[in-house]
Structure formats: structure tokens, C-alpha cells
């Protein structure tokens, strides 16, 4: 790869932020770059052990719907009610403490119009909490974790500036009781490109995943991420902000026969984290969608000899299955 002047490599610098949502403005520039994309994410559980894993994406005040997808029948499937979830433009209200995002342009068209069973959406955001609210399909409230996680790539021309932020929530889904774990990511790139078009998602990523484990009313959380020139990062956050980060990790896949993968670890400093697939967490549908041997699946995080008791856990992995074997990613040992 021709490296010019100003271009760093893919390398990431990491770092924790304090989040205020009057400084996630989508007209405000940071470090040279607009914003492209903020994602809602996560995941949460029945007591009686039902898995639900969800995702939104807003491109300015445009969304295509929401992913509702729970395990209830034996594996991760999408949920009928996702397609009666709220598309298309929404209003969103900027105040000084945060955002929402409601009142869906296409509804105030009449009933008559209206598809059938259309769901409302009710969003707030702010500094220290999010409220959540997708008629009957989802009702989730609670608090920010703490600081979150900044990650940029100086380059020229493909530079990027991500900043990711955790809400422990409690509420409803599908009418039943959760609780579990949401992120809000803002995603930062030259202007012109969604997130499935950058350099990023096309070549360089091999696996990524975030995850949050809930002992004793502690939560730690974090992102581990294997790619390509450089972009392979693990940082590890919890209420008091970032507690070890590193860009030299090493890093081991297993894959099965539908290119899934069962385990991994990321070793960094002192730790080794391990990555362990739910028998039920394939996203097939969710991945089915995109392309380049892609993977997501729901699983768990555990840091090697840490035996305490996880109260709550979500962790949501993305792979390329293509890259994995043609960067001859090691099996885990």
C-alpha cells in the first residue's frame, strides 16, 4: 500500500470520552470528518433465559426499520413485528442536554395510508440515560455505564472517528421483561459513503465485537477488533472509563462448517479474552442481508481465570468468514 503524506496507517489511537450529546451534533466536525451514521445496538434477556439482540441505524434523520431477533425457537431468528417497525424520515429535536428522534413524517399521512400495525417510535437521549420506546415491540429505559470509547485512523483520505457509548437497560420486549445492554455508536468518515461502502467494512475488518458482563453490580465492558494494515485494536471500559487498551493484540479464530465462529481469544497486556459462541446466537437472517462471507452471532466474553458470577452478559461478534481464511487467521490453541 502507497503510504503519502499525512497517511498514519490503519493503527487506531484509543481513548475514553466523557459523553455529552451536545458535542454528537451530526452538522459539527470532528477532527476533520462529518458525521455518517448512528447506530443503536444490543442485547438483552427473559428471566426465563430468551435472548433478544437488536439493531437500528439512523442515516441523518432517515431509518430503515428496526432488527428485533430473539432465540425463543431454538436459534436467533428476526422477528415478524421488525417489519412493522418505523422506516423512513423521522423528526429529530437537538436540546442542550441531548436528542430525540420521533414523530415519523409518513404517519401523519392517516391511518388510511399507514401500513398495517405500523409502530411507533419514541427515542430520547441524553447525557446520563436512554429511553427507548418502539410501541408494542420494545420499551427500554436506564442509565449510561460510564465514559465511553473513541477510536480514530488518521489517514488522508479514509481517516475514521468512532465513538461508542453503554446503557445498562431494563423494560420490555415482545411484552416480555429485559434486561440487558445498548449502544449508541456515532460513526465519523469522509462524506459520501455508508458504513457498508468504506474501506473499513469492504477490506479491513476481519472481526470486531463489543461486548458488557454484569458481576455483583459492576459492568465491564468493551471492543475487540482483528483486521487488516494495522486496525486491530482491544480496549476494556467500566464505570470509572478505560482501564486497558492496547493495538497489539493477538488474535485467534476457530470457524465451523457454516463459517461461524465457535471461539476466539484476544490477548492483550496482562489478559486473554475469550469468545464463546451460544449454541443459539447465529444471526443467519441478519447476515444472510450482507455479503463477503459475513458473519454476526450472539455469544460471550470472559476474561481467562476470571471466575466471578455474571449476572447479565450480551456480546455481539461480526466476522468475514472469506478474510478470516484468506488472512490465515490461527485456530485457537
Request: glycine share 12%; net charge negative.
Amino acid at each position: 500500500m502507497h503510504k503519502g503524506p499525512g497517511d498514519y496507517g490503519f493503527t487506531p489511537l484509543l481513548d475514553e470520552y466523557q459523553p455529552r450529546l451536545s458535542e454528537l451534533r451530526p452538522w459539527d466536525e470532528r477532527l476533520g470528518l462529518k458525521q455518517q451514521v448512528v447506530y443503536l445496538y444490543g442485547g438483552f434477556r427473559t428471566a426465563e433465559g430468551v435472548q433478544y439482540a437488536v439493531e437500528r441505524k439512523f442515516i441523518g434523520p432517515m431509518t430503515a426499520g428496526l432488527w428485533i431477533m430473539n432465540d425463543a425457537e431454538g436459534g436467533q431468528r428476526l422477528l415478524p413485528g421488525s417489519v412493522r417497525s418505523t422506516r423512513g424520515e423521522v423528526r429529530r429535536h437537538f436540546d442542550d442536554d441531548g436528542v430525540s428522534y420521533a414523530d415519523q413524517l409518513m404517519a401523519r399521512l392517516g391511518e388510511e395510508l399507514a401500513p398495517v400495525g405500523e409502530q411507533s417510535l419514541d427515542l430520547r437521549i441524553d447525557d446520563g440515560s436512554l429511553d427507548w420506546s418502539e410501541g408494542e415491540l420494545l420499551g427500554l429505559t436506564g442509565p449510561l455505564v460510564g465514559p465511553g470509547l473513541q477510536i480514530h485512523t488518521p489517514m488522508q483520505d479514509e481517516a475514521f472517528f468512532y465513538v461508542s457509548q453503554l446503557y445498562r437497560v431494563e423494560g420490555t420486549a415482545m411484552g416480555e421483561e429485559v434486561v440487558g445492554f445498548v449502544w449508541l455508536d456515532h460513526g465519523y468518515w469522509p462524506h459520501g459513503r455508508d458504513w457498508k461502502e468504506f474501506r473499513i467494512f469492504k477490506d479491513l475488518q476481519i472481526g470486531w465485537e463489543v461486548f458488557a458482563n454484569e458481576h455483583d453490580g459492576t459492568i465491564e465492558w468493551g471492543h475487540l477488533c482483528h483486521g487488516r494494515q494495522g486496525f486491530t485494536f482491544g480496549a476494556i471500559l467500566t464505570k470509572d472509563g478505560l482501564v486497558s487498551h492496547s493495538t497489539d493484540v493477538d488474535v485467534a479464530m476457530d470457524l465451523d462448517d457454516e463459517h461461524f465462529v465457535p471461539r476466539a481469544t484476544f490477548v492483550f497486556g496482562d489478559d486473554t479474552w475469550e469468545w464463546e459462541a451460544d449454541p443459539k446466537g447465529p444471526l443467519r437472517q441478519f447476515s444472510t442481508a450482507r455479503w463477503g462471507g459475513y458473519r454476526a452471532q450472539v455469544g460471550h466474553t470472559r476474561r481467562r481465570g476470571d471466575d466471578r458470577a455474571v449476572a447479565h452478559d450480551f456480546t455481539w461478534l461480526e466476522c468475514f468468514a472469506d478474510r478470516i481464511r484468506e488472512d490465515e487467521v490461527p485456530p485457537v490453541g
